[in-house]
């Protein structure tokens, strides 16, 4: 019964977009096509297909580490490991395939299950160890990025001699369009986001943690247990977007990650997922993950210094959060 009156409620509060939260994702949308248009009009150049087909490409990393990360911050939690994480199996991609000799498709699975890894111990020190989600995924953060230089030597691990490994991201298998492999895995990973968040148990209890988790506790169900999945489903997406990005580098740089969480983070926010909880959409991520490339894309085509690119994106995720807590108040 409780199980019921629960799946129901939550059913309902993802069928019903808040006026305020239906809103910013129109605006996420709105700002994104301004976007397009102005750095079309500034440069000739930013409507040609490599060009488009490069924004595509940079979505993919940022963009999967979203989406995992979008489950996180529905439950009210969030995740600061997942830049570092996703350098760790990509680090652990290289050494399962490098130096261990395993197939390649083995050490893609060892990958991602590295990153599930990841999640499960974030999830456990959130759920069961009762530590702060801020802290427990900031000491997760430090230890990745300090496993991954110890492991790899703090060296790069190179796939050279690994025959197409390079082709699990930037090969294309359209017949019409060279769309990198990279782009195709991203979307089919949005798709298994939305049926997960959308249609199954797993979404029904994100959504009623991050809106009542007490309430959620008194309903039956056991919120420690759901919270270490969610982080876990979290992981694999990080674990994805390693071995994206091992292949499209065609190495695993240990040294790489820092910062990515953050921009991951603000594209969560940009396409209207509330960092109180209880409200989100894996679309509106998709279009936040779009609006951040476009936005590095088109100053980067303009020429503006990297110093001013960073300080543009900074502003970016200040107004996000900002935007966040002005819908939260007027809720």
């Known amino acids: 019964m409780s199980v019921t009156l629960i799946s129901t409620k ?15 994702q129109i605006l996420a949308f709105a700002s994104l096509i301004i976007l397009i248009i102005f750095f079309s009009l500034a440069s000739e150049n930013f409507l040609s297909w490599s060009n488009i087909e490069g ?26 490991s997942i830049g570092t994480g996703m350098t760790l199996t990509s680090v652990m991609t290289g050494v399962f395939i ?6 390649v498709i083995m050490g893609i699975i060892g990958g991602i299950l590295m990153g599930a890894l990841i999640g499960f111990i974030s999830g456990f020190s959130v759920s069961v160890l009762k530590i702060p989600p801020f802290i427990a995924t900031l000491a997760m953060m430090m230890i990745a990025e300090g496993l991954s230089l110890v492991i790899s030597g703090a060296s790069p691990i190179y796939f050279s001699d ?19 492999n990279a782009v195709l895995i ?17 979404g029904r ?14 309903s039956g169900i056991n919120v420690k247990k759901w919270k270490m999945i969610i982080y876990t489903i979290a992981g694999c997406f990080t674990g994805v977007a390693g071995v994206i990005m091992a292949s499209r580098l065609n190495s695993a740089q ?3 990650g ?36 476009v936005l590095t894309n088109g100053l980067r085509i303009m020429s503006i210094p990297q110093e001013w690119q960073t300080v543009v994106i900074g502003l970016v995720i200040l107004l996000a959060v900002y935007f966040d807590m002005l819908r939260k108040k007027g809720e």
């Open 10 to 24: 939550t059913e309902s509060n993802k069928k019903i977009l808040s006026s305020t939260e239906a809103l910013q």
């Open 55 to 80: 924004i595509l490409l940079s979505t993919t990393v940022i963009g999967i580490l979203a989406l995992g990360t979008t489950f996180v911050i529905i439950t009210g939690g969030i995740d600061l």
């Open 98 to 103: 490098v130096f261990l000799g395993l197939p």
């Open 162 to 180: 690994v025959e197409g490994f390079n082709l699990i991201a930037l090969g294309s298998i359209s017949p019409v369009l060279s769309i990198p």
């Open 186 to 202: 991203f979307f089919l990973m949005v798709i298994i986001g939305w049926i997960l968040l959308s249609k199954t148990i797993v």
């Open 205 to 218: 209890y994100t959504f009623s943690i991050g809106s009542n988790e007490e309430a959620t506790r008194l």
């Open 254 to 256: 240990p040294s790489l």
């Open 258 to 293: 820092m910062g990515y969480e953050l921009e991951a983070i603000a594209a969560v926010v940009i396409g209207g997922t509330s960092l109180s909880g209880g409200k989100g959409s894996l679309i509106g991520t998709l279009i936040g993950a779009l609006i951040m490339s």
